[in-house]
């Protein structure tokens, strides 16, 4: 196992397994595999992570790690905004990290640092503790189910005009007319067909806009 010298430690451990997660998804991650990565027999890995459970966690951990988390300039939906996009980005570099933030309870320092900052937002923005929980669960949502859409769409969002127009013959007849108009929007390039992850998050935000100024109302 010829790999480098340099000592094992917990973050070095999660940044290979990271990569072996990047590269071959969560199936081909094991303590064998990864030590065969570093270079060091799977029981060596134990000192620094206590089994592959950790591994997960703190992998997750890293992925969120990466999500910038915008200054605090007081425009509070600009902040929710560039934090909805930014994971996205993120996550859509990390196809396999949907699954695990939806199916696991990530009490990382990164994810804890995450959520604080969101809620600090909110509060900051007027939101009682109910819609400011509420509201980034609701965000959140929305971005992991964008992302999972994205990356196991079977088409490419170039190749969307082509496939309308491949696809053109199925709505003839007059059949279903909206599925036909739209259809043929898209064909002819005058819609793309393919939503920006903004549209929704603007939606989300002007309806957590409304519902804040509601309750506040006396």
Known sequence: MPKSREPLSARRVLQAALALADSGGTDALSMRHLGRELGVEAMSLYRHVANKEAVLDGIVDLVVEEIDLPGDDGDWRAAMRRRGETAHRVLTRHPWAPALLMSRTNTGPAMLRYIDFTLGVLRGAGFSWRLADYA?????????????????????????????????????????????????????????????????LDLILDGLEHLRDREAAP
Do not use: C, K
Not at 142 to 150: A, D, I, K, Q, S
């Open 136 to 200: 980034w669960n609701t965000m959140d949502s929305y971005v992991y189910g964008f992302t999972l859409r994205r990356l196991n769409f079977p088409i490419a969002a170039a190749d969307y005009a082509d496939t309308a127009a491949a696809y053109e013959y199925l709505l003839a007849g007059g059949r279903y007319p909206h599925m036909a108009e739209l259809t043929r929007q898209v064909a002819e390039g005058h819609h793309p067909g393919d939503p920006d992850i903004t549209f929704g």
